[in-house]
DNA sequence: AAACATTCCTGCACGC
DNA sequence: TGCGTGCAGGAATGTT
């Protein structure tokens, strides 16, 4: 599910819906995700007051009145979701249901994740950057820390494809594999070209499209692969908006030619061998 | 039944 | 030689 625009989305969502209220509990019954939840977040969330829900790379992050930072990633199953109150049922999944938030208007927050990849951590603000899961990230790609000339610079002398270095985090933060396919494909880039050879124009291109696809997407509400679902249920948008992704043998929305797959870097790659480079 | 939307860690190779 | 960096591979795991 999670790249960077399905939890953008989720976190608009969320920024109406939560905001202003106070944890009042939670429930683990499952603890062994990426890595294990704290046995005392329960405890220590209670009364922590909702003042923000911001977001960095693909972490959600749902800021407490106190400093501190209720951090959740999604891994590549979970799911966040709010439900009107315990007794709410819709979409209750007894066996991936791990964790659950008590708000102080009875609603909750159920956290979902079949593959368990996902993260939850309550940090303070000042742990934010320097925690190991933020500590690397490379910068937003909406805003001047994503340029041409950025990344035209850490481009040069990479050996690895270009894919790589646009799903690589510390490059830039929040493109996954989805969105990397229908990046290279807008810009006319193979997803196998050597990242150190990709010219300055072909660069630019990337640079321009990156955040284009991005907000487009999350226009969308987000692509909806296998199961997605935002925080109220609801599928994204954006699967049928994607002109290579999971595409192979059919048609290049552009020219006709058949979408091909390759595997770059143990993730499958899809493209199109007459528009791209 | 092979593939999979993510991240983190390890170990090796390379170049200065 | 030693160090930093780049890169590949593997692991975590359940579903379709």
Redesign the pocket.
Known sequence: ???LP?VESLRRILARSIKGRRFIGATIVEP?L?RTVASDLPKRICDGVITRVGRR???LLIELHDDRILMV?????GSLTHRRGLADNTGFDP??DHVTFMLDDGSCLVFND????G?IRLITRAELESI???A??GPEPFGGGFSAAYLWR?SR?????IK??L?D?RIVA?????YASEILFRAGVRPTR???KVTRAEIERIAKITPQVLRAAIGSGG??????RDSQGQPGRYAERLQVY?RKGQPCVTCATLIR?V?V????SFFCPRCQK
């Open positions: 599910m999670p790249e399905e062994r990426r790379a693909k972490y990633h999604l891994g590549m199953s066996r991936h079949p593959r368990r990849f993260l190991t899961e933020l690397a990230t850490t002398g990479r050996s690895g494809a790589n270095l799903m985090q929040g493109v996954g594999n989805i050597r990242a150190g692509t909806t692969f296998r199961s997605y999971d797959a595997v870097g143990q993730r499958s």
